[in-house]
Each structure stands twice: as C-alpha cells, then as structure tokens.
C-alpha cells in the first residue's frame, strides 16, 4: 500500500489536470505537479491515508461532510489502484469544521471499531499506531484549513 497526497492547486492547474486524458496522463500530470508545488500547497499522508478512508467512507466516520474528505467531492479519476478527487471549494468549510469537531477520543474510538476486514493484512491497532494516525491526521486537518485554492486528493494503492 502506497501513501496519499493532497494538492492544493490553482484554477490553471485543475484546468490541466481536467484536460489530461487517460490514466497515464493524469497521473503524469499529478507527477509534475508534485515536483513543482512547495511544501505549503502539498500535506502527505504516508500510509495513514488507508486507515482514514475506511473510517470516514465505510467505518464509523462515515457521514456528511467527513465523507468527502477521501472519497467524496468530484471523481477526477479512478483506475486501478489510482484515486483523484476533487474537494470542491464550496465544500471545504463544513469539512474544515467536521474535522476540528472531531476529538482524539472519538478518532480513537472510530480506530478501534474499524472491522479488520476493510485491509489488506491485520491492521496494527496499538496505541503507537494510533499516535501515528492522530499525528497524520492533525497534518491533513491543519492543511485543508490553510490552503487556497482547489484540493486534490490522489492515492496510489496496490
């Protein structure tokens, strides 16, 4: 499993990505993208992306706005193993909002209910792993409050 990535990107930039066709130019075009953008208009999320998505698109997160954090907002791409898609701008308030609301207990809480079934191995569900989460999390949260611009959020999975 491979790590995840949100982009902030200007109208140009979305519109190139939008007039890219197939899956190895969207994906050519995330490259360079990712190449050029500074460390501001980019949070990773290593592998933490994984456990996050279940939680808030199939687990016990799985509700309105926190569902459009990985999964929702607008499908830019899907192909096997690959996952672009847009947070839209009028969106990215109330999902500012659901992420602050939500505590280290409760994401705790929503770690521990997460069915073992929705990965790929046994998911390590120790108090280290989870400071890791929580870690990650705080990252993505802070970043999708500060940035300008559109977010893009591309996995690479296997």
Sequence with gaps: MTRGLFLALTDAELEKLRASRGDPARRGCLAEFEEALGAGRMQDTDKAWYALY???????????????????????????????????????EAISAALSKLTKPKLEEAFEAVSPGYFPSRPDKSPAAFRCLWDWYSKIRRFLRSVEGHVVFNAEFQ
């Design 54 to 92: 279940v939680m808030f698109t199939f687990g016990p997160l799985n509700q309105s706005p926190l569902d459009q954090v990985f999964a929702g907002g607008k499908r830019l791409h899907r192909a096997d193993y690959c996952l672009i898609n847009l947070i839209e701008q009028e969106n990215r």
